[in-house]
């Protein structure tokens, strides 16, 4: 993050605007409607500018700027068309330990004036850190329609509630929750359709409910996908923003994790291969011990929590416990690798079923039916298969699979760094041996295999090799 987000009181503050044109004047107005003392300085001063300063009891010093303006001033903005004359204001303020701002030229700033959405008391910020104010003000207008005018009131009426939600519910995660229940109901569109006195009834006939004054903990078992965020569903997003706590896997990339309420603590539970850094029994006692400490807990799970993801042991203890649970699927690798690698898993002329196997075995050929796995018309998914390859690719040749079988073998599918590799079974285990590949890998077995070249669309260049087959 280039700068911090924050949000300033300026209230009845001296605030220096170096500057009489139009750039500061757009400034002017933001800090008066802040409620900011103005001081203006300026050779020459737009009229509205001076209107504006005088009828906020501003001072106006129509001249250049010197120093002395600084003088028991909390923040100051550099809007002139002279680089000279903004230089020299940045480098006075910065001096003097003041914020400053010059207009459009960040190197000088010690702050920015985010581009913002103006919902009072409700204000949303949005700063692309002057790399594309044109970008900024797409997403401006996106959100201008997100959020509707109304949200101010409905603001200041939860505002309105606050200290007697806090006497009635004295416990913060139990207030949080209670506002979640409040605005999942029928309160923002009944403030919105200008029913306040509706929404109010509802507020207080909520907080008579006891159970809304109480602290139960929950458990949400969520699948995150496999990899990209943008697979994420509204669901997991919800959860992930609402949660006290997160115990998460190896699989779950940084890049969702940050999609997590900030102040939710975060527990690494591991989970590489033949590495469990908490081993599963732990995970499953936790899970327990944090719902019963009344905490919302989110068990995050790379891809769907119920295909090779332990999760009916989790829930398995959670129903033993007598915790209530809910569980939130994922789009699994295998679904979300064979979309992202541009293989369909069937296909009307040549597979017309998949099957999710474990390539993680215990004994190298006694756990799988191979002659089943080895019939034509159908896709095989190994999950974990990574160490087993070899192993696979002879079983299945063993037991009638063609030779010339195509294969892919996709790491790290649906990132940025995703990586297709397509053989046979032939010619995939001298194939990997010769790349370098990175976990986690699924490897697609069958002829859909061979319409990857065709219907390839995500990082196209990423497909390191083809090997043995047509096409
Ligand atoms: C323990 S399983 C968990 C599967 C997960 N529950 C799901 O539904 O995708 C882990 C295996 O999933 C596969 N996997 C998960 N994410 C992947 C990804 N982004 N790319 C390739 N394989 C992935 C790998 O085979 C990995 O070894």
Known sequence: MQFLPVFLNVRAQNCLVVGGGEVALRKAVLLDRAGARLRVVAPRVHSTLEALVVAGAGELRIREFRESDLDGVFLVVAATDDELVNAAVSEAAKSRG?????????SLCSFIVPSIVDRSPVVIAISSGGTSPILTRRIKEKIEILVPAAYGRLALMLGSFRSRVKGVIADGRGRARFWEHILSGPVPDKVFAGEEEDARRYIEQQLAVPEHQEVAGQVFLVGAGPGDPDLLTLKALRLMEEADVVLY??????????????????????????????????????????????????????????????????????????????????????????CYAGIPLTHRDCSQSVRFVTGHLRDESGELDWAELAKEQQTVVFYMGLVGLANICAQLMAHGAAPDMPMALVQQGTTDTQKVLTGTLETMPAMVAENEVKAPTIIIVGRVVGLQSRYAWFRKSALVQRDGMAG
């Open 249 to 338: 896997d190896r699989l779950v990339s940084p890049e969702i994790l940050q999609r997590v309420r900030p102040d939710a603590e975060k527990i690494h539970v591991g989970k590489e291969r033949a590495n469990h850094s908490v081993p599963q029994e732990q995970i499953n006692e936790m899970l327990v011990r944090l719902a019963q400490e009344g905490k919302r807990v989110l068990r995050l799970k790379g891809g769907d929590p119920f295909i090779f993801g332990r999760g009916g042991e989790e829930i398995d203890r959670l129903a033993e416990a007598g915790i209530p649970f809910q569980v939130v699927p994922g789009i699994t690798a295998a679904s979300g690798c064979a």
């Open 98 to 106: 003041l914020p400053v701002n010059v207009v459009d030229k960040p």
